[in-house]
């Protein structure tokens, strides 16, 4: 299994270079955090970088918890943040994340339609079943995964039906004949279903010229195959490479199963890059930023994801996968709780060791902590390897993190022939597209 020609890279704009203790650095810029310049500013950059697109992933809860040591989750809603950034950028892909548990198809289908038009085809749209905020929406609990995802297939059925009801063939704006629309190409979906009772049309044409990206984030197993259903990428968590492997070998036979091509879903992991000049400051950096995150938190995630209750071990005593109880019957995202299950199978790490790890502190994201060309490095070998068609990159622990991606480790991959000099397109589907990968 070939890796794609070449990679494709997202850039977060989910402003990770703040996160742990990041935000207190000086040039930090976190007065920034809730206008749009801030955003644009490093969308520019990415652009520059000839990155695929800019994404924004997005929570609708507020974690009042975290919000003395932190945002918390606090952010822009990120179709409107996007829908701005389109106005200072010309071709890098703008990719938004909409909840099918939380919001109406309608909205979404509106909401990202419109972010389409206004960029000129580059919307694309990160399709979430969502981890918590049901308190938000009049819901005592979240639904079941299973529920979660039947809703999001329909949902999505429903979404890509409405942006075909109105086409925009449709738009005839004949100004001697006086004729606006071609009302007859303009149709209801009349849609019934056990989640969505849903008339129609949308009440905005398509804007066409390409399709728009669908990417669909969670991996436990109704997650992936709804990914090779539907989507065109899967945002990934994969903190080794096997797991990377893993799971774009299963995504493509998936596909297949489901009358498409492998290449049609491309696996894009989120790449955590604690970036320095050298790699004793990159661990510094590390260290430094996530000197603060507690304890008490690590331990309750260790209990929430796998129901072990390591409160009163030693530092130093090894935890082993014979000490794993059976899975919990509810937890906030399978896939993450398989990954942390996983790891101490594999690794059998003491409890300081289990503490410090991507699985129980971040998102279990792929992690390098280093220079630039060890993160060249990296890349190219799960590249070679077969174990992902691009990534997500998620720079940590200060701005200069983030210089060292966009203008060092991005230039260094174009350099060795894994990534774009230039687009050869203008919208997301054709970034995502290009080579035909
Ligand atoms: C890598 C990754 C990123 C995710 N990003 C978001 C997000 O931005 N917003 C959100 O509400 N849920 C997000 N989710 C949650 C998923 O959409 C899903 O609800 C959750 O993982 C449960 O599905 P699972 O059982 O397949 O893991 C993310 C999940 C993963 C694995």
């Known amino acids: 299994m070939a890796p794609s020609k070449q990679l494709h890279i997202g850039m977060s704009l989910a ?50 918890g975290l919000l003395e040591g932190g945002s918390g989750f606090a952010s822009l809603d990120p179709s409107m943040l996007l829908a701005s950034i389109a106005h200072g950028t010309s071709k890098i892909g703008l990719l938004s994340t909409a909840s099918t548990t939380f919001y109406p198809p309608y909205i979404v289908a509106r909401q990202i339609q419109s972010l389409n038009w206004i960029s000129n085809g580059r919307a694309g749209w990160n399709i979430v079943t969502a981890l918590d905020g049901n308190g938000n929406f009049g819901l005592s609990e979240m639904p079941s995964p299973e529920e979660r995802y039947a809703r999001a297939a329909e949902f999505t059925e429903v979404v890509k039906r ?122 510094e950096l590390f260290a430094e930023t996530n000197a603060r995150v507690s304890r008490a ?76 060309g060890d993160a060249v490095d990296a890349i190219r070998d799960w590249a070679h390897s077969g174990a992902i068609d691009g990534f997500v990159g998620f720079p940590g622990g200060s701005m200069d993190a983030v210089s060292l991606f966009l203008s060092e480790t991005v230039p260094a991959l174009t350099e060795q022939g894994l990534f774009r000099k230039d687009y050869s397109g203008s919208t997301f589907f054709d970034h995502l597209t290009e080579n035909g990968c």
């Open 15 to 64: 402003p990770t270079w703040l996160s742990g203790d990041a935000w207190r650095r000086a040039d930090s810029g976190v007065e920034g955090l809730f206008s749009s310049g801030f955003y644009l500013d490093i969308a520019r950059r990415a652009e520059a970088a000839k990155i695929d697109f800019a994404f924004l992933p997005d929570s609708l809860f507020l974690h009042t």
């Open 162 to 283: 409405l942006w075909e009801s109105f086409p925009r063939e449709a738009l005839s704006l004949d100004r001697d004949g006086g004729r606006f629309a071609d009302a007859g190409l303009v149709r209801p979906i009349d849609h019934e279903g056990p989640f969505f009772s849903v008339k129609g049309p949308l009440n905005l044409p398509n804007f066409g010229k390409a399709p728009v990206p669908l990417v669909q984030a969670g991996a436990s197993e109704a997650g992936r195959d709804f990914a090779a259903s539907v989507a065109d990428a899967i945002f990934a968590s994969t903190p080794d490479k096997t797991a990377a492997l893993d799971l774009r070998k299963d995504l493509r036979s998936r596909a297949e199963g489901h009358g498409r091509k492998g290449d049609d879903i491309r696996v894009l992991p989120g790449l955590s890059l604690y970036l320095a000049s050298s790699r004793a400051e990159a661990q």
């Open 297 to 372: 938190r690590s331990l309750g995630t260790v209990r929430e994801m796998t129901g072990l209750d390591l409160s009163d071990w030693p530092e130093n005593r090894q935890v082993k996968a014979s000490d794993l109880p059976p899975p919990p019957e509810k937890v906030r995202s399978r896939t993450h709780s398989g990954l942390l299950r996983r790891m101490i199978e594999r690794d059998e790490p003491t409890v300081a060791d289990l503490l410090r790890r991507p699985e129980v502190i971040g998102s279990a994201h792929w992690l390098v902590i280093g220079t630039p």
